[in-house]
């Protein structure tokens, strides 16, 4: 027994696949099998943290790439049966796929783990990775605000003509093992394949989950402005006013300090948190003007000030009514009533009150000057003796002291009433704004009442990824048998009868049409079902013993449907009564009743079958251009047919053989023999 055949199996795999391998040229045979078709997908694990402030995005991801290397194959019988070989990623040939927008100088991954070489070839490296990118934060919306943070990869030194990018499974990021954040919201996360440049970029939507900043920053702003408008309601007399105003001032300006340094000090736009705090801060600042204003006429006096009468006329009679405002009237029981002199001679009694020649008027509001004094009339009859003079001219002096005091405190009840009309005022006014503003600024951020449900989301997400699972497996059984066929030199004609391929694990009940091609059909193999003729090299049918049934060809997503959502969906499809918008309206209407998976596939096969008709349209176009106007003008009339929603299938064809009938049979010919070219 030589040494070679003791070696382990692997062992000697190893050996005999990497003799002579060199890691450093591209995985092909020559020129003409490039460029290398490498397949990305992304899984996303962890959404670590999102910097704003730094505008930096930290996530934990699994990059999956795969390959095929024409020198790592071998037959599995030579070597016990082994099919897979784990090996170090420093022995094989690697993409250099790079993340273009990292933002910590790590373009690679983090860990370079084992790679997995299939017996055919195909290679496969899920190294995992904790990325830092660059991310353009909008945070005008803050803290209700909405993000998409891409990653970028691709080739560093290879171009598009030697490597190519494309998705593994799907144009979605994968999230089936997924981690939900605590302050973001996952909404979405498509992917976009950049073929001129060969770079895919994983786009990472999330949304903020703004309960945090509520509590700890709306909430106290719009206190705090509403805290604000209350310094018009505080009385002047207190002397607190400015005081809580300055307070107010004070703590606008701290969160003012706090918000900027939480977000990024970006240009573009004003953070709608930073909007409704600056808000805040202007009316604060006139507040504190206003207060000033009234202070100063509170305690305005007779002395320095006169009361303009346009001033009486507008805050004491105009505004008060309009602000429902009612200046209380004097208490009756203080009001004195005046003393008639005596009509015979001699000198009068002494009064019974403060003042025998006083009279106050009943309704001081009634008197444009405020409350007056008036003397009563009274000449003495007699003279008086000098210590009576001497008494009656002191009782003059104190009368006269006592009107001019009444006097002044009757203008500064003026004043200060002007001083709590202008404060009711601005009440009313700095509420109304106050409330404007904030209606209108924090609720004009969108979706702001629209919750965001993660595991829905989420869910959705990971049923995409079926679908999308799905789909490559039906593509998969097509390419394969293509390449069967390929392979035995078969030629099937294609002219009148669709391409039939087998499919051994499809249903038999379900005959599927692939979503690439709608002229290839997947035919299941059953005991009753007869297997279609071949072509064989001589080019002489080879017939079978039992003739084929037509069978009616049904789009692949039918595979997760049962058996009565399929026979509606026939019913819908078939028939030609129907104009063709309301039965698009009803096929999605019926794949909504069908479920998640059956409407995710059925968007996938619309969307793949749009782009098959735009393409072959583009190529139609560019054949018809090439004609005669005339064959052109027939080709214009046959598009306005069948592009027209309005009409059923049972009409088109109608219209269709109407331009047959009326167009040139030479021209007809013409276009029918240039589209049949193509």
């Not at 049966?81 to 022995?91: D, N, Y």
């Not at 004003?270 to 000033?292: E, R, S």
């Not at 399929?566 to 909504?592: F, H, M």
Request: hydrophobic share 40%; aromatic share 10%.
């Amino acid at each position: 027994m030589t040494g070679v055949n003791c070696m382990d199996p692997e062992e000697r795999l190893m050996i005999d696949l990497f003799r002579g391998y060199n890691s450093y040229l591209l995985p092909i045979r020559n020129f003409t099998d490039l460029p290398v078709q490498v397949k990305i997908a992304m899984q996303l694990v962890l959404l670590v943290n999102v910097d704003e402030l730094n505008q930096r995005m930290h996530t934990n991801v699994w990059l999956t790439m795969r390959w095929r290397d024409y020198q790592l194959t071998w037959n599995p019988d030579d070597y016990d049966g082994i099919t897979s070989l784990r090996v170090q990623p420093e022995k094989i040939w690697l993409p250099d796929i790079v993340l273009f927008n990292n933002a910590d100088g790590n373009y690679e991954v983090s860990f370079m783990c084992n790679a997995v070489i299939h017996y055919n070839g195909q290679v496969q490296w899920v190294p995992p990775a904790i990325y830092q990118s660059s991310c353009i934060m909008d945070v005008e919306f803050f803290p209700f605000d909405y993000q998409v943070c891409n990653l970028i990869f691709g080739s560093w030194t290879y171009s598009r003509e030697e490597v190519r990018l494309d998705f593994e499974h799907s144009d979605y990021v994968d999230v089936s093992e997924y981690t939900e954040s605590t302050i973001w919201d996952l909404v979405d996360a498509p992917a976009v394949l950049v073929e001129d440049r060969s770079r895919i970029e994983f786009q990472i939507k999330i949304r903020r989950k703004p309960l945090f900043y509520t509590v700890v920053l709306i909430l106290p702003t719009i206190l705090m402005a509403f805290l604000n408008v209350t310094v018009f309601y505080l009385p002047t007399a207190s002397g607190e006013k400015m005081g809580l105003t300055m307070n107010v001032l004070l703590s606008i300006v701290v969160f003012l300090l706090l918000v900027s340094k939480r977000l990024p000090p970006t240009s573009n736009s004003i953070p709608l948190v930073a909007k409704y705090l600056l808000l805040t801060f202007l009316l604060n600042v006139i507040t504190i003007v206003i207060t000033v204003v009234i202070c100063n006429i509170y305690f305005r006096s007779p002395l320095t000030h006169r009361l303009p009468p346009w001033v009486r006329t507008v805050f004491l009679k105009w505004l008060p009514s309009i602000l429902c405002m009612k200046r209380p009237p004097l208490d009756q029981k203080h009001l004195k009533r005046p003393m008639i002199p005596p009509r015979h001679p001699g000198p009068p009694l002494l009064p019974q009150h403060h003042h025998p020649f006083c009279k106050i008027p009943e309704n001081p509001e009634d008197s444009d000057e405020g409350p007056s004094i008036r003397l009563c009339p009274y000449e003495p009859d007699e003279e008086l003796s000098p210590d009576a003079q001497r008494t009656v001219d002191a009782i003059d002096f104190i009368t006269e002291g006592m009107r001019d005091d009444e006097l002044t405190k009757n203008y500064r009840d003026d004043w200060q009433y002007v001083s709590m009309v202008v404060d009711r005022f601005f009440l009313y006014t700095f509420l109304g704004i106050t409330i404007g503003g904030t209606v209108g600024i924090i609720f004009s951020a969108p979706d702001i009442f629209t919750p965001v449900d993660q595991k829905e989301k989420l869910a959705v997400l990971r049923e995409l990824m079926k679908c999308s699972w799905v789909i490559a497996g039906f593509l998969v059984v097509i390419l394969s048998e293509k390449s069967a066929i390929h392979a035995q030199d078969v030629q099937i004609e294609q002219a009148s009868t669709p391409l039939v391929i087998i499919s051994i694990s499809t249903p038999a009940s379900i005959p599927i049409t692939s979503p690439s091609n709608p002229s290839i059909n997947i035919l299941p193999i059953t005991s009753s079902s007869p297997i279609p003729s071949q072509t064989t090299r001589s080019g002489k049918k080879k017939r079978n013993r039992k003739t084929p049934v037509p069978r009616p060809a049904l789009p692949f997503f039918l595979q997760l449907a049962n058996d009565t959502q399929r026979k509606e969906y026939v019913d819908l499809e078939t028939n030609p009564n129907v104009e063709k918008g309301i039965k698009s309206k009803a096929l999605q209407a019926w794949a909504t009743r069908c479920g998640s998976n059956v409407t995710i596939a059925y968007q996938a096969f619309l969307a793949d079958q749009t782009l098959i008709q735009e393409k072959r349209q583009q190529q139609l176009d560019a054949i018809v251009s090439k004609l005669s106007a005339s064959a052109q003008a027939i080709h214009e009339k046959i598009n306005t047919v069948v592009d027209n929603d309005n009409i059923s299938s049972a009409k088109e064809n109608q219209q269709l053989a109407k331009i047959k009938k009326k167009a040139d049979p030479s021209v007809w010919n013409e276009l029918e023999t240039a589209v049949g070219l193509n």
